[in-house]
Structures are given as C-alpha cells and as structure tokens.
Nanobody, 126 residues
Framework: QVQLVESGGGLVQAGGSLRLSCAAS????????VSWFRQAPGKEREFVAA????????HYADSVKDRFTISRDNAKETVYLQMSSLKPEDTAVYYC???????????????????WGQGTQVTVSS
C-alpha cells in the first residue's frame, strides 16, 4: 500500500516561489506516472502537472505552464513541484497522486489515480 506525503506548502507573497515535495513510502512510484492536482475552496479539484514514470514526458495545465515545473527522483521515491511567479489564484490545497489505471494519456483525469496524498496548503497573498 503506497502512502504519499506532500510537504513544502505555506504562505508566500505574489511573485514568490515554493517547492512542493511528494514522498512515497510503503511501495514504489518508480513505474507509475505521478501528478499534482489542486483544489481551491468552493471549486472542483483540478489537474496541475503530470510526469511520466521515466520523467521523459511532462504535461501542465495552461494556467501554470511556464511557471511550474514538475520533476522526480525515483531513487528517492519523490516527486517535486517547483512553483514560481505565484499568483493569488494559485491558492489551494495541492495533492499528489499516483496513476494506477489507464494510460499516461489520461494524465489529467482524477479517476486514473488510485493513491492520493493528504494535501498541503499553498496560500499566495496579494
């Protein structure tokens, strides 16, 4: 049973940066795509970024493209999300998730993910 634990969230001013980490234990993420999703108060959970198991391919939501970078270190069983040029609208709880169903082409579908972390709060002040 894989457990995912996010860390690195916090309060930051607009224009600032944060790096989120998603550490896996109890199993391996090495052969699985991993993604970040976020959920703001009163809104649906939305896809943020995805990375293929090998790290060869990444995808981003249009709203974060060119500002966020997803990466992974399979030896450390950890996936990262580097967030720069943060905006107040980036405020949300950020979740990492490991894909267990379907193919990488469904990277933005929450239903493709069988394991989720508990989330980490990111708050961007204006």
């Amino acid at each position: 049973q894989v457990q995912l634990v996010e860390s690195g969230g916090g309060l930051v001013q607009a224009g600032g940066s944060l790096r989120l980490s998603c550490a896996a234990s109890g199993g391996t993420i090495r052969n699985h795509a991993v993604s970040w999703f976020r959920q703001a108060p009163g809104k649906e959970r939305e896809f943020v970024a995805a990375i293929m198991w090998s790290g060869d391919y990444t995808h981003y939501a249009d709203s974060v493209k060119d500002r966020f970078t997803i990466s992974r270190d399979n030896a450390k069983e950890t996936v990262y999300l580097q967030m720069s040029s943060l905006k107040p609208e980036d405020t949300a709880v950020y979740y990492c998730a490991m894909m267990t169903r379907g193919y990488y082409s469904t990277y933005d579908a929450p239903g493709a993910y069988g394991y989720w972390g508990q989330g980490t709060q990111v708050t961007v002040s204006s």
